[in-house]
């Protein structure tokens, strides 16, 4: 039987971020949320008390999961941060990178002459790398990284440079795949190796990387 997760406090982010460029204008991504809510209705199948930080999706609550609804990647760093403690974060937003530096008050409007526009992008806080970082890091924090090229390597590299548990890497732009479809495959790395999760629907890829977190909260026998 797999290990459960009573008791446990699990958060998840999922979705995109949009961040506004002006009142009507925004910058966003192709992520659904579905792996990331599917992520968080099989922590809650497995007994974890499960907050989903969730961004703009279109996506109905999962059974016994408490939600939160952010738009920009600064909420949802702070509403990710507001929601500590807990056992587990795992990371299945796909966060923006860089923000407008600033927020347009009205309308961007053409200008005669003018053939182009460029913007001025500014990082976002890297939520993934801060929280496994902070003093209050939850036991164990999981990140996904979504790559169109060399998924592994990437992912790896991801691994180190964030200093988290485990990295769920998933190819990005094939049919099937990724971001928009109902069906994954994981490939989760930690630091002693690799193991293939899917392909298959993204609710059994979830239960199975739910069922890899509890085993890792599972006290090492002394
Ligand atoms: N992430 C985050 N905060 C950010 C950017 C990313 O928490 N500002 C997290 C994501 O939730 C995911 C992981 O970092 O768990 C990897 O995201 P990804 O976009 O694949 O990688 P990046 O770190 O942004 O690197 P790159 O864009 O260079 O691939």
């Known amino acids: 039987m797999s290990a459960s997760l009573a008791g446990r406090r699990m958060v998840v982010s999922a979705g995109p971020t949009y961040e506004d460029l002006d009142p009507v204008r925004f ?92 913007l001025h992008l500014v990082r976002t806080r890297d939520i993934l790398a801060e929280l496994a970082a902070d003093a209050r890091r939850p036991r164990l924090v999981v990140g996904f990284a979504a790559e169109t090229d060399d998924v592994d390597g990437n992912a790896r590299h991801k691994l180190a440079a964030k200093r988290v548990d485990l990295v769920a890497a998933n190819r990005v732009g094939i049919a099937g795949s990724g971001f928009e479809g109902d069906d994954n495959t994981l490939l989760v790395h930690d630091a002693a190796g690799q193991r293939r999760f899917g392909p298959g629907p993204k609710t059994a890829i979830a239960a199975e990387l739910v069922a890899l977190i509890a085993q890792r909260l599972v006290p090492e026998p002394p």
């Open 27 to 118: 910058l966003g991504n192709r992520s659904s949320g579905k792996m990331g809510f599917a992520v968080a209705a099989a922590a809650a199948r497995a007994g974890a008390d499960v907050l989903l930080v969730a961004g703009p999706v279109h996506l109905p609550t999962p059974d016994g999961v408490a939600r939160v609804d952010v738009r920009s990647a600064a909420q949802m760093h702070a509403a990710v941060f507001d929601a500590l403690p807990a056992d587990v974060y795992v990371g299945a937003a796909a966060v923006a990178d860089f923000t407008p530096a600033q927020v347009a008050p009205s309308k961007i409007k053409k200008r005669p002459g003018e053939d182009g526009l460029t």
